[in-house]
């Protein structure tokens, strides 16, 4: 850490305040304003733009040069020659496993991937056409009453089982939303498979059939669950570490975490993007939403463009673009009519004077969308995939919070409302 400070001045306050200004590893420097509640000031950062909210050794984003790494290796790498498992054990662990270490952890992940039979009297209470994040909010959650006996969050066994059960079973939820709304039976998952095609075999297997993984499309479905594992303190994240210290349970944090994921502003851009392209229609009318996109009395904004920390391309989106033209060209759909309107699309934005000054560039989001259409996957289970895969982050960060000294999370606030006044009978009214 470094010996700088920061230096504040403040009318109506005698003297000047120090502060010490800390340096990580990468990054911009933060000034920690911890002590100025001492001198009655907080301060105010809606949206938290310039706020860091703790201290973390998982994910570093320099959104300017558009780089991700996880654990010190860039994104790029890690879709070329890792996999989701390992990435996930990266994310935990801090270093890549050794072969043994991988074997014993892609074991364990496979040993948990069964849920307990209760949990289809679950589902059984939903309706046929329940939103699957609707549903995964709510099973996600009751997980935690299956397991009371691994629930001591200072046990560290205990966090790892909680952590290994919630990676395991989220592509086995997953699959059990989508054999709801088909009115299907849930498939079992089958733990010969990879961690993708054991997703895939539950997504679109029956008992009448042995499921026919094609391994383009398994490979891409491992690569789409890696690009969306971790991206350090972004909403659904910060949600699970606020719920986590308080002290709540694993499977209730992470349950907060989809919750927060489901907005169309986060997680839920995914399925927006689709049903954009949809809306827009054909590649003639591309000039009109873009037209809307900037004007500034319209709300309509061009999902899977724009990103809070990226101001350059999202390392994420090229990867991801390279993986449609693989499965759309697996799939034979290499002329499918949304991903030409998508492609055109992002080059009249990324042309477009408006985009350009504001360095909106297309995010994870913008591809994802095509690839698992393509692969069969409707559109509101798009977030589900997002949040199957980000559970290997939020379970990353939680363990990391809850491994180190915390406090509760307890924002204030700049209070704009009334003044103390007397309560006023109803008959006075
Ligand atoms: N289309 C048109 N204008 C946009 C867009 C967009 N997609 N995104 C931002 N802008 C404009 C915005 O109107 C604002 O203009 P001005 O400065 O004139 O008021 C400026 O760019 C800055 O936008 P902001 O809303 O202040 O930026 P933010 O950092 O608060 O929002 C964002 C980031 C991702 C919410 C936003 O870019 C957005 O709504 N994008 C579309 C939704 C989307 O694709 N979300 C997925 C994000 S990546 C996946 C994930 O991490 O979950």
């Known amino acids: 850490m470094s010996d700088k400070k920061a230096q504040l001045t403040v009318d109506g306050i005698d003297g000047v305040i120090e502060m010490p200004v800390l340096s990580g590893t990468l ?5 920690d304003v911890s002590s100025l509640t001492g001198k009655g000031l907080f301060t105010y950062d809606p949206g938290f733009v310039s706020t ?21 290796y ?9 996999d989701y498992l390992e990435t996930c054990y990266l994310l935990m662990n801090g270093e890549l496993p050794n072969a043994e270490q991988k074997k014993q952890y892609v074991d364990s992940i496979m040993n948990h991937t069964m849920v307990h039979e209760s949990l289809v009297n679950f589902f059984k209470g939903f309706r046929y056409d329940a939103h699957p994040m609707a549903m995964m909010c709510g099973v996600v959650g009751a997980l935690a009453s299956f397991y009371h006996d691994s629930l001591d969050i200072t046990d560290p066994e205990h966090r790892k089982v ?40 539950m997504m679109f297997g029956t008992p009448c059939e042995p499921s026919k993984i094609d391994p383009v499309v398994a490979k891409a479905m491992d690569v789409i669950f890696l690009l969306h594992a971790d991206h350090e303190q972004n909403a659904s994240t910060s949600t699970v570490r606020l719920a986590g ?3 709540a349970n694993p499977f209730a944090c992470i349950s907060s975490g989809i919750a927060a994921l489901w907005g169309p502003a986060h997680g839920g851009a995914n399925e927006a ?9 054909d590649e003639s009318r591309i000039g009109e939403f873009v037209k809307r996109a900037k004007d500034k009395n319209d709300p309509f904004r061009l999902m899977g463009f724009g990103h809070r920390v990226y101001k350059n391309f999202d390392p994420r989106s090229r ?4 993986i449609a033209d693989e499965v759309l060209s697996a799939m034979g759909a290499e002329n499918d009519p949304l991903l030409k309107i998508a492609k055109k699309l992002e080059k009249i934005a990324l042309e477009d004077e408006y985009f350009v000054e504001k360095k909106l560039y297309p995010n994870v989001d913008f591809y994802s969308g095509i690839i698992m259409k393509a692969i ?14 980000r559970t290997a982050g939020w379970i990353a960060h939680w363990n990391e919070m809850i491994s180190n000294p915390y406090k509760i999370g307890r924002p204030r606030q700049l209070y704009t409302g009334y003044t103390a006044r007397d309560y006023v009978p109803l008959e006075e009214r």
Do not use: W
Request: proline share 6%.
């Open 245 to 247: 210290s308080s002290g």
């Open 74 to 82: 860039p994104i790029e790498q890690l879709a070329e020659k890792s």
């Open 52 to 72: 860091a909210a703790c201290e973390s050794k998982i994910t570093y984003i320099d959104g300017a040069k558009g780089v991700l790494l996880h654990r010190g």
């Open 376 to 389: 069969g996957i409707p559109t509101d289970m798009f977030t589900v995939i997002f949040a199957t895969g």
């Open 273 to 281: 993007v689709l049903n954009m392209l949809r809306e827009i229609g």
């Open 162 to 201: 909680s952590a290994d059960r919630l990676i395991a079973k989220m592509p086995t939820l997953a699959a059990m939303c989508y054999k709801h709304s088909k009115g299907q039976p849930f498939m079992y998952p089958d733990n010969s498979l990879s961690y993708a095609e054991n997703f895939l075999h």
């Open 27 to 31: 990054g911009p420097d933060v000034v």
């Open 319 to 322: 990867v991801m673009q390279g």
